[in-house]
T-cell receptor, first 114, second 109 residues
């Protein structure tokens, strides 16, 4: 029972264009959503987050959109740069047993082509 | 500005051996977590701690034990390693936003 799903294992985008990464979730109790970026042999690095009371959050080239009715989250990267090539994980959290537990998707490998 | 530090970075064990993975954070976070990541899967929560002296089970706790004797340290133990525990282990700290260490790559032969 996978509560957070990233249905695209990989995505290839031309440098300068928009990258759109998608994520779906099933648990309506999730109230906070995050995107992490991971390079090989490194730990995940926090990228951007959004609370369930918002539908959009922007930080430079990165924008996260939340559609609560569809239980869908997306990350937009504009413009895409070669350094953006990495694996991107979406994560959702809910307060449970005193802790804000994260549930991760399987990840999407983004490749930016020059 | 170390953040979250994990030791060791790599380890190879034989089935049945034991080991302890150490996680240290310098951000004064109350919450700390241990995850494992397997190919084609996201990170899965093994155990977590909401403060010094407390621990709790996550999604995949079997075969692991943890201790949080000091606020800055969170230890993950494997008492009798099995090949199914071959994985990359990540420690994290923080509440709403979790900050991760670089990982420990463990192989159990």
């Amino acid at each position: 029972d996978q509560q957070v799903k990233q249905n695209s294992p990989s995505l290839s985008v031309q440098e300068g264009r928009i990258s759109i990464l998608n994520c779906d979730y099933t648990n309506s109790m999730f109230d906070y959503f995050l995107w992490y970026k991971k390079y090989p042999a490194e730990g995940p690095t926090f990228l951007i987050s959004i609370s369930s009371i918002k539908d959009k959050n922007e930080d430079g080239r990165f924008t996260v959109f939340l559609n609560k009715s569809a239980k869908h989250l997306s990350l937009h990267i504009v413009p895409s740069q070669p350094g953006d090539s990495a694996v991107y994980f979406c994560a959702a959290s809910a307060l449970e047993e005193g802790a804000q537990k994260l549930v991760f998707g399987q990840g999407t490998r983004l490749t930016i082509n020059p | 500005n170390a953040g979250v530090t994990q030791t060791p970075k790599f380890r190879v064990l034989k089935t049945g051996q034991s080991m302890t993975l150490l996680c240290a954070q310098d951000m004064n976070h109350e919450y700390m977590y241990w995850y494992r990541q397997d190919p084609g899967m996201g990170l899965r929560l093994i155990h977590y701690s909401v403060g010094e002296g407390t621990t709790a089970k996550g999604e995949v706790p079997d075969g692991y034990n943890v201790s949080r004797l000091k606020k800055q340290n969170f230890l993950l133990g494997l008492e009798s390693a099995a090949p199914s525990q071959t994985s990359v282990y990540f420690c994290a700290s923080g509440r709403n936003i979790q900050y991760f260490g670089a990982g420990t790559r463990l192989s159990v032969l």
